[in-house]
């Protein structure tokens, strides 16, 4: 037999231990699925759940199947007498072995839903997965005790940075902020909404010029009125791109809690997931691609393959980011930044330009070491914590921890407005649930 030089082995070696050595193939009945989309009674806009490819010999994929990766989802009703829109994408490859699944329902299936989760012709785990009805679709009014919400949801007993913001605020004093917060941050520049819930229902009045934003606050308390009983409260939401309450905890005045979508070390700002990740989870699928699972499917190119500078692009809402661009300027070689939009700054234009926009899988392209290693840990953070059902469980844990140290009633103040729930008359539904009463709550 014919033997190959030392130096084509050792490239066959090199390229060997480069790809990995092979895997066995995919097994269909030893893959794993799990998620809350298997689960009839966890209301979201878009259903998710997760697949780990398995080999035949029981282990674990840590990269994509090789070849193409015949995984696909069908959702139907149970009932072949129940036609209902369900759309269905293909599976998001995450790169690791993992795949997310969605669907997307447009309307309520009162008999059910059957989910066949198939690798080519083969059922994978223990599909078919039976949901037994009924299934409610997102726009679908049919609140949910909140303690049997939270279990379904599997929301976690304690968040901490929760109990770290309300460190500051054993007690809330509606009046105090009645009369402090119009003063203080609802003047002309102002960005703060007035908000109030009572028997479930959202009212409002704006204070300030800037507060177009509201419709971001707005859907997801609607959103979630929609699916829990949310307890009787009044607070106001800073719709701003950065915090407001900067007074020392002991001081005096002391500090008034407001809640943002955004805080600092040396704010005192209640925290909520920013508006941008909220409005994304609840309009995904619908023509936004940047929500929280597509993301997982487009991580962008090979880190080898990045570019070794940092980058920005956004609009005008601080001046700290003309001086980001100014540093972009005089060093391009670090730093590529741009301004977007003018609103605050317009005078500014001429002088630094305006950049185009650009996509958000683009921004996927930055390199070195520590950002790899800031990349990886913060992608499996991000799988865990920023789960939509768990951005649900946030924002009903704040509102509810906010409720419990009112130190009186909250009510429906002049100028404030219902927000009413978005028509759906083409997909109405019927809610099978008992409404508790609130003694229950």
């Not at 930044?337 to 185009?356: C, N, P, V």
Request: with cysteine; charged share 25%.
């Amino acid at each position: 037999m014919r033997r190959l030089p030392r130096a084509l082995l050792l490239l066959r070696l090199a390229l060997l231990v480069a790809a990995g050595a092979p895997e066995a193939p995919v097994s269909a009945p030893r893959s794993l699925v799990w998620g809350p989309g298997l689960q009839a009674a966890v209301a979201l806009p878009v259903r998710y759940f997760f697949l780990q490819a398995v080999t035949s010999d029981g282990q674990n994929f840590t990269r994509a199947p090789p070849g193409q990766t015949p995984f696909k989802v069908v959702v139907k009703s149970l009932s072949p007498k129940e036609l209902v829109r369900i759309h269905v994408p293909k599976p998001l490859d995450r790169n690791d072995g993992t795949f997310v699944m969605r669907y997307r329902m447009y309307e309520t299936v009162n008999a059910g839903l059957k989910i066949e989760v198939l690798y080519g012709d083969e059922h994978v785990a223990q599909s078919p997965y039976i949901l037994k009805g009924p299934v409610y679709h997102e726009y679908c009014e049919c609140p949910e005790n909140p303690q049997a919400w939270q279990k379904t949801l599997s929301c976690p007993t304690k968040e901490l940075q929760i109990a770290k913001d309300f460190a500051s605020f054993p007690s809330i004093n509606l009046q105090q902020m009645l009369n402090e917060v119009p003063k203080r941050f609802g003047d002309e520049r102002g960005a703060v909404v007035h908000y109030t819930i009572l028997n479930n229902r959202i009212y409002r009045r704006s204070l300030g010029k800037y507060t177009d934003f509201k419709m971001f606050s707005d859907e997801i308390l609607l959103s979630l009125t929609r699916k829990v009983l949310l307890p009787d409260l009044e607070f106001y939401v800073n719709l701003g791109d950065w915090p407001l309450e900067h007074r020392k905890v002991n001081g005096t005045p002391s500090p008034i809690p407001i809640i943002s979508w955004c805080g600092s070390l040396d704010s005192r700002d209640i925290v909520l997931p920013t508006y941008d990740i909220t409005h994304s989870t609840l309009e995904a699928m619908r023509g936004v691609t940047n929500d929280l699972l597509s993301i997982q499917g487009n991580t962008g190119p090979s880190w080898i393959n990045k570019t070794e500078r940092a980058f920005f692009r956004g609009r005008d809402s601080r001046e700290e980011r003309l001086q980001l661009v100014q540093l972009s300027q005089k060093n391009p070689q670090l730093l590529d930044a741009g301004i977007t939009g003018y609103f605050f700054f317009q005078e500014k234009e001429k002088e630094l330009g305006k950049a185009k926009l650009m996509g958000f899988f683009d921004f996927f392209k930055e390199n070195d070491e520590e950002a790899k290693k800031i990349a990886k840990e913060g992608q499996l953070m991000a799988r865990d914590l920023l789960q939509p059902h768990r951005l649900y469980c946030y924002y009903y844990q704040v509102l509810q921890k906010y409720a419990e140290r009112q130190s009186s009633k909250p009510e429906v103040r002049d100028g404030m407005e219902l927000v009413p729930q978005p028509e759906d008359s083409t997909a109405i539904c019927q809610c099978h649930r008992k409404k508790p009463s609130r003694e229950e709550l």
